[in-house]
């Protein structure tokens, strides 16, 4: 099942050799340690850039995140429940 969130996050992110990857994430009070990204890309709107990822926090759940570089704010996108 495919949940639909659309809500803002804070993010811990590493930068290691010209990439971002995001560490841990905080959403409605709690903290999730990613321990995988699946995947990552980007798309533009406009001039602007957006820059996805797919993660895994707990095993069983993979969240989507979106970083819009021109207002440096992240975003959960989504929730893929098993």
């Known amino acids: 099942m495919i ?3 659309f809500e803002p996050i804070k993010v811990l992110a590493s930068f290691s050799e010209g ?3 995001p560490v841990l994430f905080s959403w409605r009070n709690r ?5 995988k990204v699946t995947g990552r890309w980007s798309e533009y709107e406009g001039e602007a850039k957006r820059f996805f990822f797919s ?3 707990d095993g069983v759940n993979l969240y989507e ?3 819009h ?3 440096l704010a992240w975003e ?3 929730i893929h429940h098993e």
């Open 3 to 5: 949940e639909e969130i």
């Open 55 to 57: 993660v895994i926090t």
């Open 65 to 67: 995140l979106c970083f």
């Open 76 to 78: 959960l996108l989504r």
């Open 69 to 71: 570089n021109r207002s």
């Open 31 to 35: 903290k999730y340690r990613i321990s």
């Open 19 to 21: 990439k971002m990857m």
